[in-house]
């Protein structure tokens, strides 16, 4: 079964840097598409960033871009998002999630998320 | 604001039918990209339940169906179980001013 650990989620102070990590097992990493995904408190789900299989192609969403750094490792199978200038805005659960294609295609595997919370 | 448009919460009795409308304009839906649906149990990760417009994963019940039309998408629930109580989010591609995955901005669904 496909799995997707995130990690390094917590308090950080605003203004303040964050590296998620999400390890990947039990499918072909190197293959696939990988997403960031967030949620704030009670709110819905907003698409961070993507990077492509082999890290040639990344993508932001406006919020974050300039802030917002994603990589991967594809030999330790995990993705990563550096996160700096943290603001209140950025607080809420990080999903690490895989693409199945190109742009447009569906998110077919979600981990569980990790929590970020940026408050003073 | 949410690009795609849902209705905040629908609500049906058990084994009734309920649609989720998700409306988005010329530049995701209406350019021809593909809708999909999650299902978020709260206090959980969400789920794929439908992909490309129409089609299911393995494991979700045929009670779930989907349609695409024009700039429109709908989610249909048949015979309404307890267990699908929980918040829907579509997902489609945008190529206005900058592009982008986006989301609808969710509907709970209450089961009476």
């Known amino acids: 079964e496909v799995k997707l650990v995130e990690s390094g989620g917590g308090l950080v102070e605003p203004g303040g840097s964050l590296r998620l990590s999400c390890a990947a097992s039990n499918f072909m990493f190197g293959s696939f598409r990988m997403n960031w995904v967030r949620q704030a408190p009670g709110k819905g789900l907003q698409w961070v960033s993507t990077?492509?299989?082999?890290?040639?192609?990344?993508y932001y969403a406006d919020s974050v871009k300039g802030r917002f750094t994603i990589s991967r490792d594809n030999p330790e199978k995990s993705l990563y998002l550096q996160m700096n200038r943290l603001t209140a805005e950025d607080t809420g659960v990080y999903y690490c999630?895989?693409?199945?294609?190109?742009?447009?295609?569906?998110?077919?595997?979600w981990g569980q998320g990790t929590p970020v919370t940026v408050s003073s | 604001q949410s690009v795609l448009t849902q209705p905040p919460s629908v609500s049906a009795a058990p084994g009734q039918r309920v649609t989720i409308s998700c409306t988005g304009s010329?530049?995701?839906?209406?350019?021809?990209?593909?809708v999909h649906w999650y299902q978020q149990v709260p206090g959980t990760a969400p789920k794929l339940l439908i992909y490309?417009?129409?089609h299911r994963p393995s494991g979700v019940p045929d009670r779930f169906s989907a349609s695409k039309s024009d700039i429109s998408a709908s989610l249909a629930i048949t015979g309404l179980q307890a267990e699908d109580e929980a918040d829907y989010y579509c997902q489609s591609y945008d190529v206005g001013l900058t592009e982008s995955v986006v989301f609808g901005g969710g509907t709970k669904l209450i089961v009476l």
């Open positions: 990077i492509s299989s082999g890290s040639e192609n990344v």
């Open positions: 010329r530049s995701n839906i209406g350019a021809g990209y593909d």
């Open positions: 999630v895989r693409t199945v294609g190109t742009k447009g295609s569906e998110f077919d595997f």
């Open positions: 490309g417009n129409r």
